[in-house]
């Protein structure tokens, strides 16, 4: 990617840059910090993609590796309004988020249960050469109630940086294959006109059966008859 050297900086002179179609981007963990520009179409290469990429930066002639740090954009167009940029030395390690990668069908979604993937990135630190493009993790014998914690997983050279005990994939049973082990039953639907009455158990109800109803005042007319 190439860019441009900024000459102010500033909030007049960002909003300058922005309409010319310019992203204002800053480079630091180097020696000092540069702030420069970037043509916004350029970022679409890295931008619309779970990929982690170092970058080669031009700016006035000379080069720098580097990878996309942070980025942010408008609440509303979602246009890139600025970038930040770390710088990669030799030799320092430096943090990073690897997106997660699965692999296989686990047993246990076959039977039932349902996947889910808690973490989509696993926050590392090492060197540029030890870093990995993603990190994929084999789910081909996961069963209903397994799941891979982050201090599971193990990567040569790299320092997992997350809660240890931060859940990344898990299988859950689902709802419909938790009733269908406990014996929950679906309640009957009730046809439209039939009356519910509340009596001894084991007693039926029929659509339009009379006797089934209730009578307002049954028990004035029997003690009306008795006198």
């Known amino acids: 990617m190439s860019g ?16 010319e179609g310019k992203v204002p981007c800053v480079l630091y963990g180097g020696k000092e910090q540069i702030h420069f520009t970037i043509e916004e179409k350029a970022f679409a290469k890295i931008i ?53 990668i699965l692999k296989g069908t686990p047993p246990g979604v076959i039977g039932g249960g349902k996947l889910h993937k808690k973490l989509r990135k696993l926050t590392v630190k090492g060197l540029a050469d030890d870093i990995p493009e993603d990190i994929t993790i084999d789910i081909g014998k996961m069963e ?7 201090k599971d997983l193990k990567i040569d050279n790299l320092e997992l940086l997350d809660i240890p005990n931060s859940v990344v994939v898990s299988v859950k049973t689902s709802r419909i294959a938790a009733g269908m082990e406990e014996g929950v039953v679906e309640e009957e639907v009730v046809e439209e006109g039939a009356e519910v009455v509340e009596g001894e158990e084991g007693a039926e109800v029929k659509e339009g059966d009379e006797a089934a109803k209730p009578v307002e005042g049954g028990e004035e007319k029997k003690e009306a008859k008795k006198e």
């Open 144 to 150: 209903i109630g397994d799941s891979v914690q982050v």
């Open 4 to 19: 441009a050297l900024r000459a102010h900086v500033g909030k007049k002179d960002a909003k300058k840059h922005r309409k």
């Open 48 to 100: 619309f993609t779970p990929e982690i990429y170092i970058l080669k930066l031009n700016l006035d002639g000379k080069e720098y590796n580097a990878i996309l740090q942070d980025i942010q954009y408008h609440p509303v167009s979602d246009k890139v309004l600025h970038a930040d940029f770390l710088e990669l030395i030799p030799g320092k390690p430096f943090i990073i988020g690897i997106p997660v």
